[in-house]
């Protein structure tokens, strides 16, 4: 049985036997009998490495034995080895090589949070979002046939990420092609089996052999020449695994499924997993195991250890804590309930991500968690909207992009009364770009019908709910991960004025007009640079009196976002401009067109140019440039300037 811990290490922790594992083959050259200490020192190592850099946590620990289990039976890398999501995908880091690299891991230059085709040739796939390994796995399997390669694929998903379409997608197409490949359910979270024991255990053994396949191919030979008798001993063989087993859903898509057996049980895992190797066609294996296994805190609270930051002490508190954007969204979303019976909260699988826990527990009958299904949130809403509901869908930017079609086709088209709550907007640091919220303003403001909304702090963000709620038709309000300012929010449910920004600061020359939380860093460039600031609030629609007005004052006009300059705000306020015939120079500032690394957040915004001091040298160097040519004529006069 694996050792288990109580705390961290804090001190790295001796390793001998993962020490001399440089690569997969190494590992598979040794005695079996050495696998439950590898697997041992490996829970170790991965408990001190995550404590000296923060991470994903509990899922890593609950598959440290299936981890070394199919390393040691497949041949890795040339077998196509997939990993959904990649929560879970450290202790595969380590025993491909970066066990060194493991200090560098979230940080700027270091290893990814999930598996990377670039980082290594054992990350086949890129993931960060959830259900696409079946897929995957499948277009690996089917071009390694097309090959003529004997090259095996293991696609390894969670039973969350189990209940997105996507991946019963791809489990139906694999009957029609049948591809030799597996699929391994990491079941940790008793959702689809609760009983596992030595009964299921000896039966994926004996299913899983290859005598059992040989006598089951044998006698369908036989049998399929008398009539009906084929069809009778499958249903036989089909019911009994039923009472045992249950498997009968996958049976039923085409898949030979095998278990549940117990995913910490290593002989079982290998003998099961050799068995299943040398099977041809879809092959479905199902293990139990125990989110944060090992480490007994992750294993009472698998939820609050999902991740942790990194073990350092605690910076001295006055007693004052800044409430984050998914905080102030959680407390509006409940004092609205409060005072309207007909809101709703929908959220795919991000109960606690997006703050819903309270709205959960005081308003049980109107909240709806879809799990990992965003394009049946979006158009769960709409349908809600069409029947008088009052629809509120939280959701992360970048896991919005998957519901895109659904935003369009069921929501913005019909027009419908749906407030979205995108959290997690702009860049969001160490997990990356497949997290970050790059592109919802440039994918949002295209659409007819929609209201797109950016708030620079945290009073502003209750406001532009209240707004979008109020509002009769789709509207949307971005707010980026962590705190904003420190403003103090009116407990009153006020909207804004919709399509109003406002002058926060006056000056001359530049005017700054920035969209969102960036807004503070604005505000310190133009106190350098004695500029003009506006905050925009409104994407669409925009304030086309306030940018007239300005263009009409200034020699420069710069936007500011945290989203892709390509199609976002500023491409908004330079269509604007050209609509209206205004010729006046403009600087767009906001993501380059390329995916940022992982890093801290400030180190994101310093590289793509977005912090105070850059946007002031920035803003310098655009003005040095312009010459007499580029300067306004007139003033840039609203009626003389268009053409």
Known sequence: MPSTFHEIPRERPSTPLLDSIDD?????????EL????????RAFLLWTVGQTGGHFGAGLGVVELTVALHYVYQTPEDRLIWDVGHQAYPHKILTGRREQMATLRQK???????????SPYDTFGVGHSSTSISAGLGMALAARLQGLERRTVAVIGDGALTAGMAFEALNHASDVEPDMLVVLNDNDMSISRNVGGMSNYLAKILSSSTYAHMREGSKKVLSKIPKAWELARRTEEHAKGMLVPGTLFEELGWNYIGPIDGHDLPTLITT??????LKGPQFLHVITKKGKGFSPAEADPIGYHAITKLEPKPASNGMSKPKFSNVFGQWLCDMAAEDSRLIGITPAMKEGSDLIAFSE???ERYFDVAIAEQHAVTLAAGMACEGAKPVVAIYS?????????LIHDVAVQDLDVLFAIDRAGLVGEDGPTHAGSFDLSYLRCLPNMLVMAPADENETRQMLTTGYLHNGPAAVRYPRGTGPGVAIDPELKPLPIGKGVITRQGSRVAILCFGTLHANALLAAESLDASVANMRFVKPLDGELIRQLASSHELLVTVEENAV???????VNEWLHAEGLNIPVLN?????????????????????????ALEQRIRQRLSSLTSDDQPSAALDPVSAKS
Do not use: I, W
Request: hydrophobic share 40%; glycine share 8%.
């Open 273 to 278: 997993l050799r068995n299943m190797r040398s």
């Open 24 to 32: 997969t083959a190494r590992l598979r050259e040794l005695d079996e």
């Open 362 to 364: 005081r308003f049980p």
């Open 566 to 572: 390509m199609g976002g705000a500023g491409s908004a």
């Open 109 to 119: 230059d270091g290893l990814a949070a999930f598996p990377r085709r670039c980082e």
């Open 589 to 613: 500032l906001g993501l380059p067109d390329s995916y940022v690394e992982h890093a801290k957040p400030r180190q994101m915004l310093a590289e793509c140019g977005l912090d105070a001091a």
């Open 398 to 406: 970048t896991f919005l992009q998957r519901a895109y079609d659904q």
């Open 35 to 42: 696998l439950p200490v590898l697997a041992d020192e490996l």
